[in-house]
């Protein structure tokens, strides 16, 4: 049935306008409505009564809240893979639907700016926390953990108080710029208040964190903006009758909206600087494209899993002493452009703890399920199940990461170089191998995922809309993403803190990853029997006896 419905949609760019833009404007009013469904069910003032509020805590964890919250996610899921369907198969830049897809957007993420954040987590309220920490109390959250400000407002909604921000120096300044903008708009309004009584006790200092809150999701959507604009722009360059899907795959992801307007995930910070990175390798400006990327890896050093198919694509296009030539002078003036980013922040001396904080947790990832049955239930020394868990998949990311670049670029021996040879003018090529390396990264490197990290994925795959990980894998991928985090909290709750928690973490594996892994199984043995069929076709017929 689905698969028909599928069909039915494909066909209908074949019919005149009205046809495609009545199906469009009915995929988008279901969206809003879904997402309408979420705000009423957890609105954000509610929420800030219990400052370690989740989605279940906010209702009764049952099995049939649960479902409801997982039939928003799934029709959310099945109305974009819908959009994705018609969007491709209309084949046209279209200033209309382009300016339909960003009006929607703007709407989804209006309604979802009403949506309480701890259920989908409580990162922002540590943004929020820590950027107070340097422009209300000189302090360095680099070097010093949130406990160290106990008595200040708000401390009682972050999550992370024990322990130095995991992020870098750029995202800290940015994090500091809207606390800023805050506080003026707060005084200008005469809503800023000094008491020490915090909310939820104060329903003036919930007010002033509401506002926080409502700032930082501002700040993702806007940067979600320029991204798309990044997005749209490098393919109407490469192949402009693709630019609205791509457009559609970005911007109407119910990840991409979940996870900016409701958890304003420094993540875009980032993928904003990547894509202007990929927007500069496509123009041939090669140095500037390397600095952006340096600019990247201090708000979050996971840019670094896309270098080496930036590396090997620049080698493809220039040469290796190029190469080593642009990246050495990019080396130095990153040194020199990471010393000043790092100098308020003391220096890098807070680099050392930070890594070691950060290497310490793991969390719904297969090395999760190790670690807890080795070191918690089998009592193994710690600092081997560390190893073993957190070393050992850096490990064999990086050795499988470089095998995958050489290979998608082609970097083969002469026996196994593709025939005829790629057009290396062509950057689909790149994106292809960006997208393959963070989806690698996903399943074999992070012993510490969180959906939003999907958002890594979807980025370079939005530029390739008509791929089956995009159309396909990912939307799939980000539903079981989506429906783990909120599996977890609402099987989570009820559970004594004693219980033994293996089923739980591997039950959250295998959410997450079983509907894209059924999915893109599907696609591929569609693809594979719809290749085969035609090859039927186009062989010649033996005359018959």
């Known amino acids: 049935m689905f698969t028909s419905v599928l069909n039915m949609i494909g066909r209908l760019p074949g019919r005149s306008p009205p046809y495609r833009l009545f199906w469009l404007l009915s995929i988008a009013v279901g969206s809003i409505i879904l997402y309408m469904l979420l705000a009423f069910r ?9 400052p370690r509020a989740t989605w279940a805590l906010m209702v009764d964890p049952t099995s049939i809240n649960l479902s409801y919250h997982l039939a928003i996610y799934l029709g959310l899921t099945v109305l974009y893979m819908l959009a994705l369907r018609l969007l491709n198969a209309y084949l046209s830049d279209s200033r209309r639907l382009s300016l339909l897809i960003v009006g929607v957007w703007l709407v989804c993420s209006a309604v979802l700016l009403t949506v309480a954040p701890g259920g989908e987590s409580h990162d922002i309220f540590d943004y929020t926390f820590r950027g107070r920490m340097i422009v209300e109390y000189g302090a360095n959250p680099l ?16 999550a992370w108080i024990r322990h130095v921000d995991t992020y870098g120096p750029l995202w800290e300044m940015t994090s ?12 200008a309004s005469d809503l800023w208040t000094t008491t ?21 999701r ?24 693709l630019a609205t899907a791509a457009l559609a795959a970005w911007l109407w992801s119910p990840m991409l909206l979940i996870t900016t307007a409701i958890g304003a995930h420094n993540d875009a910070v980032m993928i904003v600087l990547l894509l202007a990175s990929l927007w500069l390798l496509q123009r041939q400006r090669w140095l500037p494209a390397l600095l952006v990327l340096v600019l990247a890896l201090h708000v979050k050093v996971t840019v670094l899993i896309f270098l080496p198919a930036i590396g090997l694509w620049i080698v493809r296009r220039r040469g290796w002493l190029r190469t080593i030539g642009v990246s050495t002078v990019a080396g130095v003036i990153g040194v020199l452009l990471s010393w000043l980013l790092y100098a308020p922040f003391d220096g890098w001396s807070t680099l050392p703890r930070m890594l070691h904080e950060r290497s310490i947790f793991l969390a719904n990832s297969p090395w999760h399920v190790i670690y807890y049955v080795l070191y918690i239930q089998r009592h193994w020394p710690k600092e081997m199940v560390l190893g073993l868990t957190v070393q050992l998949p850096t490990l ?3 050795v499988s990461a470089v095998l995958v670049a050489l290979w998608m670029l082609d970097f083969r021996p002469n026996r196994w170089k593709r025939s005829p040879a790629p057009d290396w003018g062509d950057e689909r090529m790149l994106w292809r191998t960006i997208a393959g390396l963070s989806l690698l990264y996903l399943l074999v490197g992070s012993f510490w995922f969180q959906h939003w990290y999907v958002l890594w994925v979807l980025a370079p795959a939005a530029l390739l809309p008509d791929s089956i990980l ?8 980000s539903f079981g993403a989506l429906s783990a985090n ?3 909290d609402f099987v989570r709750t009820p559970m004594p803190k004693a219980a033994p928690r293996t089923r739980l973490y591997a039950l959250v594996v295998l959410v997450i990853w079983m509907p894209a892994l059924i999915a893109g199984g599907v696609a591929e043995s569609f693809r594979f029997y719809r290749h085969r069929q035609e090859r039927k076709q186009a062989s010649p017929r033996m005359p018959s006896d």
């Open 42 to 50: 957890y609105p954000l003032m509610a929420s800030l009564a219990d």
């Open 143 to 158: 070097a010093g953990a949130p406990e160290e400000l106990s008595k200040a407002p708000f401390y009682r909604y972050a």
């Open 176 to 187: 500091a710029g809207v606390a800023v903008v805050v506080r003026f708009i707060l005084k």
């Open 196 to 216: 020490q009584v915090s909310c939820p006790r104060s329903p003036a200092s919930c007010k002033m964190l509401s506002v926080y809150l409502v700032s930082y």
């Open 218 to 241: 501002l700040l993702a959507i806007a940067l979600t903006g320029v991204s798309a604009w990044l997005i749209m722009s490098m393919v109407r360059r490469n192949r402009p009758n």
């Open 396 to 398: 064999l990311f990086v």
């Open 470 to 477: 995009t159309r396909v894998v990912l939307p799939c991928l």
């Open 486 to 488: 909120v599996v977890a």
